[in-house]
């Protein structure tokens, strides 16, 4: 990530990145309901090489500027993952790794995991019968609960980032984001809030889609909740923020704005785009005549996302 100075105030003035994503895999050992990532469900295609990723560390000179994105799949499930880690360490660069947790069940695992990542975002779905219906795997909660406990058992619990995704079963559970945390003794867990991306799978499912109104519900009673008892910080996406009340709407455009510009090359890879391909990946809402159009973000719009705390708000990379 590079920093440009203005030479005169000498302030920040517009953070500027090469990002590599990466699906090292497709196998998954979930099956989550509105899967994410198509080619899980349809093509069950190879694994990205070892030498895959060191000819492309070479190929564009990946360095400490830069932030890789290491996804699947369920990247876990790669035989080579460590070595293709710390492969990606050597760089120096951003490493941010995307699990369903259930393989960090293994402590020794866990932490060759963590120590070579700087953060790791696991996905939560609720309470444990929720969330087993969502991945559509009995026990997958019970796994998941014990990778996270590794993780803040160990020495890297700061690199963990939980994301809650609120399906309808979520919200009708009237499962508590904030009771969730605190029975976990994570409070402070920085987390992200994300409504569901209407995926092809998606909506093969019943009680996956919320309405608007229950989501926009739901969302502003958690980041009500949140700011006001944790310290962390909340990433916000795939919630149209004309759907939250006016009070919680209110709440955010008061909140001080320290976002700076950023702007980003992206680059994909998988097994089959093994030297890599960059992406357009960078839209804005197209609505009109909205004065949040801003901070009302998309992850199928654009890898910003909007990120919240007690005081301040700012346009952040996911
Ligand atoms: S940009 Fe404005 S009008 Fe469009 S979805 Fe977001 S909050 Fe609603």
Request: aromatic fraction near 10%.
């Amino acid at each position: 990530m590079v920093l440009i100075f203005d030479a005169h105030s000498f302030k920040k003035k517009v953070y500027d990145v090469n990002i590599f994503y990466y699906n090292i895999n497709y196998s998954c050992n979930n099956k989550c309901k509105f899967c994410f990532s198509h080619n899980t469900y349809y093509n069950n295609i190879k694994n990205i090489t070892l030498e895959d990723v060191q000819n492309s560390i070479h190929r564009y000179d990946i360095s400490y500027e830069d932030r890789i994105i290491v996804n699947g799949g369920e990247p876990t499930l790669h035989p080579e993952l460590i070595d293709i880690l710390s492969a990606f360490k050597s760089t120096k660069a951003e490493i941010i790794m995307y699990s369903n947790g259930r393989r960090l069940i293994n402590k020794r695992f866990c932490e060759d995991v963590l120590s070579n990542v700087d953060r790791i975002v696991i996905p939560r779905h609720g309470k444990q019968s929720i969330h087993d219906i969502i991945t559509q795997i009995d026990g997958a909660y019970q796994e998941t609960i014990e990778g996270i406990q590794n993780i803040i058992n160990g020495k890297f619990a700061n690199r963990l980032e939980l994301k809650f995704i609120v399906t309808k079963s979520m919200i009708d559970s009237k499962f508590s984001i904030i009771d969730f945390l605190k029975k976990q003794s994570i409070i402070d867990c920085n987390v992200v809030i994300t409504g569901v991306v209407p995926t092809k799978v998606a909506n093969t499912h019943k009680n996956v889609l919320p309405n608007q109104y229950e989501l926009g519900e739901f969302i502003s009673s958690t980041i009500w909740n949140y700011l006001r008892r944790s310290q962390g910080r909340l990433k916000l996406m795939d919630c149209k923020l004309c759907i939250l009340p006016v009070s919680m709407r209110e709440i955010i455009e008061g909140l001080t704005d320290k976002s700076l510009p950023i702007q980003y090359v992206y680059y994909f890879f998988d097994s089959n785009i093994t030297k890599g391909r960059i992406m357009s990946y960078g839209n804005e809402r197209k609505c009109s005549n909205c004065n949040m159009k801003i901070y009302c973000r998309s992850i199928e719009d654009s890898c910003k996302v909007l990120e919240l705390n007690r005081y301040e708000k700012r346009i952040v990379l996911e």
